[in-house]
């Protein structure tokens, strides 16, 4: 449960970065329509995966590691990018692999009570 607990803060963390950076890097004079056309393209995909992470689904956790995957790529290439946007990737990074290793161990941990 703690584990299943860690998951859904880390995700809601990484939410929060990712959505909280994007408005708070956008330029001041843009749209607001244009900030929310890119928060859905860039994190409706981790959005979908809200359910699964609330109900501590095995079958969604493993699919969102594989989209984390692609996350991961984007913010490593983000993390050569001259501060702020290199501090704020960081952080990102950091929540995305916790959010990575806390998501295997539920997996692994629902496969264990599958096993007996």
Known sequence: MLLLNLTRLFYAL???????GLWW???PDAPILAKIFMT???????????????RGSPRLL???CFLLMFY???YVIQ??????????????VATLVALFI???????????????
Not at 102 to 116: H, K, P
């Open 72 to 74: 991961f790529c984007g």
């Open 102 to 116: 806390t998501a295997m161990l539920v997996i692994r941990a629902g496969r264990a009570d599958l096993d007996r």
């Open 79 to 92: 993390l050569f990018y001259p501060p702020p946007m290199g501090i704020l990737a960081i952080f990102r």
């Open 40 to 54: 859905i393209v860039l994190y409706g995909p981790l959005l979908i995966f809200a359910y699964g992470v609330a």
């Open 62 to 64: 493993t699919w969102l």
């Open 14 to 20: 990484l939410l929060l970065l990712g959505i909280g």
């Open 25 to 27: 890097l956008a330029p």
